[in-house]
């Protein structure tokens, strides 16, 4: 039965072949359901282990023939193929190596087997094979039973997928079959290789295919589409946040690595497009070994400009090499310029073993492992790959018809190493960024304690100064005031210059200054206003008792409050200025005027109506005069004073109150 | 009519000083001139002065101890304390126990007489910080705290427009001119202000008692 795209899917049990490409939608919508649920089932039976996988009949049917006939011929159906050209041959077969020099248009395998008595119900007989890279067709006891397209001038294959064609019962015979099979070998660097194929019941083959197929097809299936987004998304970050080296190249690394295993999922492409692919492929792969040790070194702290720079110079040659040669130099890029990635990789390995043991974390240690791994898959992978150019051991030589590649599976896990590494950075990163915050935050609130701290001592410093300006004007005051009047009177009393009335002014004038003082250092710090007032207030007792009517003006604010030494000051000049009054001017009326100016200044006016500076004791109102004068130098104010048509004015202006001292 | 005198000093020299001032004034009498709280207290046993002058550092109890039981004994006295520096602290307390005067220590004779004279006549004096500290004590002033729920102040408002001129420090005559009143009236209302400042503060201190479950 031949098939036109040669892409086998072969159900077991009823014996159906259906082959992909054909069929409607949903056709196809129930078989890549079928095949993603029994990829599934598949994948975990293989993971668990091939026992598991393997039939579960008492006696297995499988025939594995290894002898075959061979022949060489340009015959393009079994009809023209001459008898008696056969020459024997064994599975598996390398042609380059079995046959070396022998070129044609095809290369014919006969498979000869024994089919046993079928035991009833048993179901339909297949054959696997588990690759046929360049595609072939099969005939049946003569009859055409299957097709597996082929490179054409317009369209290069590459299967990387297994078979499994399911043989008719009507074609099947008891006793002797034969298979035959043609392959291309038009191609002068065709490989073609052919493993052993197994003839049995489907049911027995298919879990081999299913295996097969999960490895080969369904894995790469999901390690592009998940290398492709987890890389875009890492590069995204990146593109965020350049200085973030390490993501940049992971992102890098997936991306390639999607790109790479591209090439089990690409199985028929024009022909023309082949060499770029292939250009493609190597610069993906090579790129992947670079970029991954660059991320290594990068991880590990170690820049080497120039090591990264030849590196990526190398990674260079083999993509150039073979668009330069259009795609004929494939080969040998693959053998020499692939090869050459081995020493990369051992000496990546050896660099993530150094770093491992320099930083013995968990994160280098599992790089140096899985670095180890990838690189020992590669080295794998490669001689598999190019079996025909070394001597084998024979046992490895078995495992390499086998062309099971590693490789992809060991980049699978470095790639899950790296991303681990890069979320661990990440969550540290994290961590660290909120522990910063936390230390900022305690760091600020103990800067703020600290302020505060300091803020106070400044307070509790400025507090004690003024306590102590205070001690010490108060003690200056005394010092100068009360203390000099008591001690010059008990002087004077002393040598008896003081009589009674003379000692009686004196005290009473000792009283005045200490309320003066009680005045101003009021607890409640109260405004010059108020100050005034209580003074005025005493001022006004003695003076109605005297006969003497007192007028007050007083245009302050209530809110002006001034130094308390200034404020002594002027009530002294105003006491002084009323004790004349009182005493010698022999006034019947004293009006007392009090008034801030637009400008700030203070004007402090005193008048009487009585007998003016002429008429007085002119000691005892020169004394007077002297004191106020010189109380004002003090302040910093003028005072000035008038005779009037009746009476006397002492007016007193101080221009800065609140500077004064 | 004489007035009776009371004089409660235990300084001698004032003693004297003020016994003379009152000897010396023939519309005053001389009840009697003690030197401690107990002496004073039992002759306002026996009998009700029309003055009591009375110092407060007194050696055996509290002047303002002895104002108080004076206050409620005979209401009828009206009750002069004698400060040295007239605005202290010691000045309201003893208007809080009921004195309606104040007298400083170093007064001339004639004014202790005035000034026993002004009392009986109907009229406190008033000095402009003790004006402040009894809006304080009504809360009133701008800057007292604000009153509590149960307190209502018992002034007038003319009685508190009164407080708030002094407080500015404006003479008497100056607060009856603005309000139209004779400087008389003005201390008459001062004298009645005191009273209310006795009663409201006997008041609160029976409601802060209730409160603190003392009765």
């Not at chain 1, 290789?193 to 879990?207: A, K, N, Y």
Request: overall charge neutral; hydrophobic content about 50%.
């Amino acid at each position: 039965m031949p098939t036109p795209t040669g892409a086998t899917i072969v159900q077991g049990a009823g014996g159906v072949a259906t082959r992909a490409g054909r069929g409607g939608k949903r056709h196809a919508w129930l078989l890549l359901r079928r095949s993603f649920g029994r990829a599934l089932r598949i994948g975990l039976v293989a993971l668990v282990g091939a026992a598991v996988a393997a039939p579960s009949q008492e006696v297995s049917q499988r025939l594995e023939p290894t002898a075959v006939e061979v022949q060489l011929s340009a015959a393009a159906e079994p009809s023209q193929l001459a008898a008696d050209r056969w020459a024997p041959g064994t599975l598996p077969d390398n042609w380059a190596r079995s046959h070396p020099g022998m070129m044609g248009p095809n290369a014919w395998y006969r498979i000869a087997f024994e089919l046993p008595p079928r035991r009833p119900g048993s179901g339909s007989w297949a054959l696997y094979i588990p690759y046929l890279y360049d595609g072939g067709r099969f005939w049946l006891n003569g009859e055409p039973l299957a097709s597996i397209a082929q490179t054409t001038a317009s369209t290069h294959v590459r299967w990387e997928r297994p078979h499994l064609i399911v043989m008719p019962d009507s074609q099947l015979r008891v006793g002797r079959n034969e298979v035959l099979l043609r392959a291309v070998l038009t191609d002068p660097g065709a490989n073609l290789r052919l493993q052993r194929m197994t003839i049995g019941p489907s049911d027995e083959l298919l879990p081999f295919y299913e295996r097969r197929i999960f490895w080969v097809r369904t894995m790469p299936q999901g390690a592009i589409v998940t290398c492709l987004v987890v890389g875009a998304f890492v590069l995204f970050i990146w593109w965020r946040r350049r200085s973030e080296v390490l993501y940049g190249l992971f992102g890098l690394a997936a991306v390639l690595w999607s790109i790479r295993t591209l090439t089990f999922v690409i199985e028929q492409m024009p022909s023309p497009w082949w060499p770029w692919w292939r250009a493609v492929y190597h610069a993906a792969t090579g790129g992947f070994i670079v970029v991954l040790a660059l991320f290594a070194m990068r991880f590990a702290g170690v820049a080497r400009p120039w090591l990264e720079r030849g590196l990526a110079a190398y990674w260079l040659i083999g993509p150039v090499a073979m668009l330069a040669s259009g795609g004929r130099l494939d080969s040998t890029v693959g053998f020499v310029w692939t090869g050459g990635m081995i020493p990369v990789g051992l000496a990546l390995v050896g660099f993530t073993a150094w770093a491992a043991w320099k930083y013995r974390t968990g994160a280098s240690l599992a790089l140096m492992l899985a670095v180890a791994l990838g690189a020992a898959a590669g080295i794998h992978d490669y001689l598999i790959a190019w079996d025909g150019a070394f001597r084998l051991p024979e046992v490895f030589a078995g495992w390499a018809a086998h062309r099971i590649f590693l490789l992809h599976h060991g980049a699978n896990l470095l790639l899950l190493v790296m991303v681990a590494i890069l979320t661990l950075r990440f969550v540290q990163a994290l961590d660290a960024a909120e522990e910063l915050n936390r230390n900022l935050e305690s760091r600020v609130a103990a800067r703020e304690r600290e302020l505060q701290a300091r803020h106070d001592e400044i307070a509790q410093l400025e507090r004690e100064q003024a306590a102590q300006d205070e001690r010490q004007r108060i003690m200056q005051d005394l010092h100068d005031g009360l203390g000099s009047q008591l001690f010059t009177s008990l002087s004077r009393a002393e040598r008896g210059a003081l009589d009674a009335d003379g000692l009686v002014q004196v005290l009473r004038e000792c009283i005045a200054d200490m309320r003066l003082a009680f005045d101003v250092a009021a607890p409640d710090r109260r405004g010059l206003r108020a100050v005034l007032g209580d003074f005025l207030f005493r001022w006004e007792t003695l003076l109605r008792d005297a006969g003497v009517r007192l007028a007050t003006e007083i245009a302050l604010p209530d809110s002006l409050r001034l130094p308390p030494t200034v404020t002594m000051q002027l009530l002294r000049i105003a006491q002084e200025a009323l004790t004349n009054a009182l005493k010698h001017a022999a006034a019947t009326e004293v009006r007392v005027t009090v008034r801030q100016e637009a400008d700030g200044s203070l004007q402090l006016q005193v008048s009487d109506d009585g007998c003016g500076l002429a008429g007085a004791s002119a000691r005892a109102t020169g004394r007077g005069l002297g004191n106020m004068a010189s109380r004002a130098q003090r302040l910093g104010a003028t005072i000035e004073v008038e005779s009037l048509t009746r009476g006397t004015r002492i007016i007193l202006r101080l221009s800065r109150p609140g500077d004064a001292r | 009519m004489v007035a009776s005198v009371l004089i409660v000093e235990d300084e001698p020299e004032f003693l004297r000083r003020f016994s003379d001032a009152v000897l010396a004034d023939p519309g005053l009498r001389l009840l009697g001139a003690v030197s401690t709280g107990a002496a004073a207290l039992a002759l306002l046993g026996a009998q009700a002065p029309d003055v009591m002058l009375i110092d407060l550092g007194l050696p055996d109890v509290d002047g303002v101890e002895v104002i108080r039981r004076a206050a409620q004994r005979c209401p009828q006295t009206d009750v002069i304390v004698i400060t040295m520096f007239g605005d202290d602290g010691h000045v309201l307390s003893s208007i809080e126990a009921g004195a309606t005067g104040y007298l400083l220590k170093d007064a001339a004779g004639d004014r202790i007489a005035a000034s026993i004279h002004e009392a009986r006549a109907g009229g406190s004096p008033i000095s402009p910080s003790i004006a402040r500290r009894v809006l304080m004590r009504f809360r009133l002033a701008p800057t007292a705290p604000p009153p509590a729920a149960h307190e209502v102040s018992p002034l007038s408002e003319r009685e508190t427009e009164i407080l708030r001129l002094v407080a500015k420090g404006l003479s008497f005559e100056t607060v009856g001119e603005l309000l139209a009143i004779s400087p008389h009236t003005v201390v008459a209302h001062v004298k009645k202000i005191y009273r209310k400042l006795a009663v409201h503060s006997r008041g609160e201190a029976v409601y802060e008692a209730g409160q603190m479950g003392l009765i």
